[in-house]
Every structure is written in structure tokens, then in C-alpha cells.
């Protein structure tokens, strides 16, 4: 039952990733995947280190909620 509920989950997961705008997913990737930090990544975007961590949160709690 566990690799079902496993499976089930990564389906809601990678349901849930489209859902995010394309900057949201951007952001998620530079600071997860690729290890940039907020302050890096606001300079790519030439925003301030708030609203990308802004950004990112939102685009974490999309992935959680539904």
C-alpha cells in the first residue's frame, strides 16, 4: 500500500507542478535543484530577495495544496 500511496502522490505532485507559472517553476528550480539563493536569483530577475522568496513560498504551497 505504501508504493501506491508513493505513486499516487508524485502523480498529485507533478499535477500539482503544472498548476505554477512559468516563473514560479523557474524560481522553485534555481533554489532547489540547482542551489542558487534568493539574493542570487533576485539579481537574475532584478527584483528584491523578498519577492522571490515570496514567490517561491507561493509556488511551494501550490504543490502542497492540491
Avoid: C, H, P
Avoid at 23 to 42: C, F, Q
Wanted: net charge positive; aromatic share 10%; proline share 0%.
Amino acid at each position: 500500500m505504501n508504493t501506491l500511496e508513493n505513486i499516487l502522490g508524485k502523480v498529485d505532485m507533478e499535477r500539482n507542478y503544472e498548476r505554477l507559472t512559468r516563473r514560479e517553476r523557474k524560481i522553485i528550480s534555481l533554489y532547489y535543484l540547482e542551489g542558487y539563493k534568493d539574493e542570487e536569483i533576485a539579481t537574475f530577475y532584478g527584483i528584491t530577495q523578498q519577492v522571490i522568496n515570496r514567490l517561491r513560498r507561493k509556488g511551494i504551497n501550490k504543490l502542497k495544496i492540491f
